[in-house]
Structures are given as structure tokens and as C-alpha cells.
């Protein structure tokens, strides 16, 4: 390994929280040896996701503190652990049955936010942190297991290529993998409930498969813009544009002659939720559940509503396999087949970090790239 620095301790800056429901802290910490089947990055550029706030708000049930969050990352190999292949893993049940992108291998000890071995490679004030989602990248130099991240072709740049680490592969790949058998087929009607980052990855997702119709639903008017600058078709604001007593899904029913054949929830909201699966066609209408809602909320609909028909699923990461899809995402944004830059609202620093979570609440932010080797 040519880094120096392979085989020591690393001292650089994270973004640190304490605890949940406060601002992160940029603290020196400690970012230990790469252990076996591990590997150590020096992170360029982080995006700012949803679900980073939604941990950090206190509301996710596997939230636990101190933690480093993020993960949306990009950045280059600073040492490996031993036994370091970058094999694709062939092992666990999930993988072996091809039917989804879930991995179970490390999954247990990702949620508890330590490394497969059970221990933490960060340490700051002399106490140990814990990692997040398996990636921490909201962390200068961070380790994760190798079946965590994916080598693409280094003449992508990092600051574009980070936000295929979630909100966009998410959307996009829920309408192009996960809905229907294998994405959605030409001449579909779709709504979209919530054009946000990963909203707008549907609309980019369902205009490469031919949509016919791409409706998008949301609260806030600015969005009609983006949601057609994306290719959407027609904009509803649930807000504002229905009459007394009109439910969104009966506008939406009544627009479409009886139905959507694809609905998508996100927003996080369970009440969205019901109304993106009552929108669907009788007989076949398929709503996907994308958005992640908070510890103890559930969804409810009639059951006459699946009786009839109607098909309520979600996906993680839109069901792309990250070790074996990712790499054919970036070839794709290179080649000018994928909007990636048109995402980019805001950028910060490391130590503007704080102010890209504020700015994340901002109607006009669909996402924020932070330079995490500049403070
Ligand atoms: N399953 C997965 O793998 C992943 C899930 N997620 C989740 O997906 C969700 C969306 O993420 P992201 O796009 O970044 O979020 P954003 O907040 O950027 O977008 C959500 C949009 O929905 C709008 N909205 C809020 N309430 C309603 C409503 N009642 N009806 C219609 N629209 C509404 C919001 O408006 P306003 O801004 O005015 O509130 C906003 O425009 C989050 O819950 C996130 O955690 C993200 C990545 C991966
Ligand atoms: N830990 C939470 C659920 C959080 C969640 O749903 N995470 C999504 C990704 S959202 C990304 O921005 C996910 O991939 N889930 C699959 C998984 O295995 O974690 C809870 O317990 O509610
Ligand atoms: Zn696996
Ligand atoms: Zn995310």
C-alpha cells in the first residue's frame, strides 16, 4: 500500500453527535487499522440524506449514540485489512437467492452501529463511537466492511458521484428495478408522492422506462417546477388544489380513468402512504413504499383494498445490488443517460455541516454535497 499511513491510526476531523436532537459536533477523532475482510477510506464528498436527520432526530429505533452519520459517500482506498478481495458476497441467504438486494451477512451489527467483529474503529475524547449504516462517511477517513462499498471508475467525480450513494440510486432504481416485475413498463400511469431528491429519481426512473403519465403529488408549490423540469406531467398540490371534502386519491382516480398502475410513497408520511396505495388501479395498481417514517408509526388501509387487487411493497435503495449495479449507474451519469448534477442545490464544508441539515428543510434544497476534506 502506498499510503503512508497504512497500518496506524488516523487523527483527522468528523462530524460528531453526541447525542440525538442536537447539532453534530467537528471533533479530532481517532479512525483505527482496517481489520480483516475491512477497508479504510479517505472520504472526498458526503451528500446530506433524510435519513441521516431522521437518526440523528432521535426517531429511528436503531439510533444510538455517540455516532458518526452519513451515507452518501464517495472517496479513495487508504488501506485494506487483510484477506481484502472485493468479491461480491456469495454467502449469505439473501444474496444466494437473487430475489433481492438486502445482504444479511453484516446486518445484525450494522443496525447496532459497530463493525462485523462486534467493536468500533472510532474513537474521540477517549470514548468509542459508534459507525451508521455500515458507512459513516460524514467522517474524513472512515472503515467499513468490504462488502459496504464499490470500486467505480476513478475519472467520475466524487462530488456528483457521492449522491448515487442514496437519494437518487433509491429513486431511480424503485422505479426501474423494484416496481412491477423487474420496473415499470412502458405506457404506465405513475403518481409520485413527494418530489424531493428521491421523488424526482421516480419521475427520472419512470420517464427512462416510458411512462405515459407521471403525476407528481406534493405540499409545496415549488416543486411543480422541478417535478417538470424532470419530465413529470402534471403537478398536484394536495395543499391547495382539491375541492371540500376531495381526497387526493379520488383526484388522482378520477384523472387517470380508474387508477395508477404504479404509486409512489416519498414522503415518509403513513397517511401518504394510504392515500398512494388507494390511487392505484383496482385489479393491479402497484404502490411502492419508499420514505421512512418514525418509530411507532404504522400504515393502515381497507383490507378490501388488497382484496381487490391493489399491491402494497417497498424497497430499500430502489433494489439495486449495490457491489454488482452501482458501477453500471456511474457509466450511465458519464454518458450523459443519468441526471446527476441537476440535483445539486447547496454545498457546504465539513464545518458547515449543521447548516446543510438546516438547509435541508428548505423547500428549494434537493440536496447538499459537503467537501469533507476542506473545514
Ligand atoms: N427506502 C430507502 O432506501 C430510502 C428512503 N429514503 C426516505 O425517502 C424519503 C424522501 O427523501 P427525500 O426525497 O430526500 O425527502 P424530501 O423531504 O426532500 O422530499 C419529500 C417531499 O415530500 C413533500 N411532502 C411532505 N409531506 C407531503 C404530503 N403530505 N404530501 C405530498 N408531499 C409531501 C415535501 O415537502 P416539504 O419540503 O414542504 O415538507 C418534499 O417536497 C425520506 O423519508 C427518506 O428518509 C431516502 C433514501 C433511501
Ligand atoms: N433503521 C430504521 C429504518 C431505516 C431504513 O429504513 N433505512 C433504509 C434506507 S433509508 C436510506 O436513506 C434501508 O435501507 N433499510 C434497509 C435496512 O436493512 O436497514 C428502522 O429500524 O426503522
Ligand atoms: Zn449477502
Ligand atoms: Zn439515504
Not at 445482504?103 to 445484525?108: D, H, L, S
Not at 452501529?113 to 468500533?120: A, E, L
Not at 390511487?279 to 404504522?298: L, N, T
Not at 456511474?330 to 464545518?351: A, C, P, S, W
Request: glycine content about 14%; some cysteine.
Amino acid at each position: 500500500m502506498s499510503f503512508e499511513t497504512a497500518g496506524k491510526p488516523i487523527t483527522c476531523k468528523a462530524a460528531v453527535a453526541w447525542e440525538a436532537g442536537k447539532d453534530l459536533s467537528v471533533e479530532d477523532v481517532e479512525v483505527g487499522v482496517p481489520r480483516a475482510g475491512e477497508v479504510r477510506i479517505q472520504i472526498h464528498y458526503t451528500g446530506v440524506c433524510h435519513t441521516d436527520a431522521y437518526m440523528l432526530s432521535g426517531k429511528d429505533p436503531e439510533g444510538a449514540f455517540p455516532v458518526i452519520a452519513g451515507h452518501e459517500g464517495a472517496g479513495i482506498v487508504e488501506s485494506v485489512g487483510e484477506g481484502v478481495e472485493s468479491v461480491k458476497c456469495k454467502e449469505c441467504k439473501f444474496c444466494k437467492s437473487g430475489k433481492t438486494n438486502l445482504c444479511g451477512k453484516i446486518r445484525a451489527t450494522q443496525g447496532k452501529g459497530v463493525m462485523p467483529d462486534g467493536t468500533s474503529r472510532f474513537k474521540a475524547k477517549g470514548k468509542d463511537l459508534l459507525h451508521f449504516m455500515g458507512t459513516s462517511t460524514f467522517s474524513q477517513y472512515t472503515v467499513v466492511a468490504e462488502i459496504s462499498c464499490v470500486k467505480v471508475t476513478d475519472k467520475a467525480p466524487m462530488d456528483r458521484t457521492c449522491l448515487l450513494g442514496c437519494g437518487i440510486t433509491t429513486g431511480y432504481g424503485a422505479a426501474v428495478i423494484s416496481a412491477g416485475n423487474g420496473g415499470i413498463e412502458e405506457g404506465s400511469t405513475v403518481a409520485v408522492f413527494g418530489a424531493g431528491c428521491v421523488g424526482l429519481s421516480v419521475i427520472q426512473g419512470a420517464v427512462k422506462n416510458k411512462a405515459s403519465k407521471i403525476i407528481v403529488v406534493d405540499v409545496n408549490d415549488s416543486k411543480k417546477e422541478w417535478a417538470t423540469k424532470f419530465g413529470a406531467t402534471d403537478f398536484v398540490n394536495p395543499a391547495k388544489d382539491l375541492k371540500k371534502d376531495e381526497t387526493i386519491q379520488a383526484r388522482l382516480v378520477e384523472m387517470t380513468d380508474g387508477g395508477l398502475d404504479y404509486t409512489f410513497d416519498c414522503t415518509g408520511n403513513v397517511h401518504v402512504m394510504r392515500s398512494a396505495l388507494e390511487a392505484c388501479h383496482k385489479g393491479w395498481g402497484e404502490s411502492i413504499i419508499i420514505g421512512v417514517a418514525a418509530a411507532g408509526q404504522e400504515i393502515s388501509t381497507r383490507p378490501f383494498q388488497l382484496v381487490t387487487g391493489r399491491r402494497w411493497k417497498g424497497c430499500a435503495f430502489g433494489g439495486v445490488k449495490g457491489r454488482t449495479q452501482m458501477g453500471g449507474l456511474v457509466d450511465d451519469y458519464m454518458t450523459g443517460k443519468l441526471k446527476v448534477d441537476e440535483f445539486i442545490t447547496h454545498r457546504q464544508n465539513l464545518g458547515g455541516i449543521n447548516q446543510a441539515f438546516h438547509d435541508m428543510h428548505d423547500g428549494d434544497c434537493i440536496r447538499c454535497v459537503v467537501d469533507m476534506q476542506k473545514v
